[in-house]
Nanobody
Framework: QLQLVESGGGSVQPGGSLRLSCAAS????????IGWFRQAPGKEREGVSC????????NYVDSVKGRFTISRDNAKNTVHLQMNSLKPEDTGVYYC????????????????WGKGTLVTVSS
């Protein structure tokens, strides 16, 4: 069974950090671009960051640039999202998703989705 499983969510105070992980099972991530998305309460899901197959291309939504870093370890079939200087507006359920690509990454046409991990930023 093809699965993506997120982990690493939790509750943190503003200014804190969390590291999210996305692990694949049933398939290898080598041929897939990976995206991280989030959905805040009462809002639509938005793309946060994505990374190409090789990790060369990385994109971020403006609101997280300079604070979040996406990385991947194809040998471990895992993608990470390091989140620093967290703000209350970063609160939401974070999902990872995969799309088979040749190169690059974006937030469209994702084929597989995880079930999400909750991030709460509050004092």
């Amino acid at each position: 069974q093809l699965q993506l499983v997120e982990s690493g969510g939790g509750s943190v105070q503003p200014g804190g950090s969390l590291r999210l992980s996305c692990a694949a099972s049933g398939f290898t991530l080598d041929h897939y671009a990976i995206g991280w998305f989030r959905q805040a309460p009462g809002k639509e899901r938005e793309g946060v960051s994505c990374i190409s197959r090789t990790g060369i291309a990385r994109n971020y939504v403006d609101s997280v640039k300079g604070r979040f870093t996406i990385s991947r370890d194809n040998a471990k079939n895992t993608v990470h999202l390091q989140m620093n200087s967290l703000k209350p507006e970063d609160t939401g359920v974070y999902y990872c998703a995969a799309r088979r690509v040749v190169a690059g990454c974006d937030f469209h046409g994702m084929e597989f989705w995880g079930k999400g991990t909750l991030v709460t930023v509050s004092s």
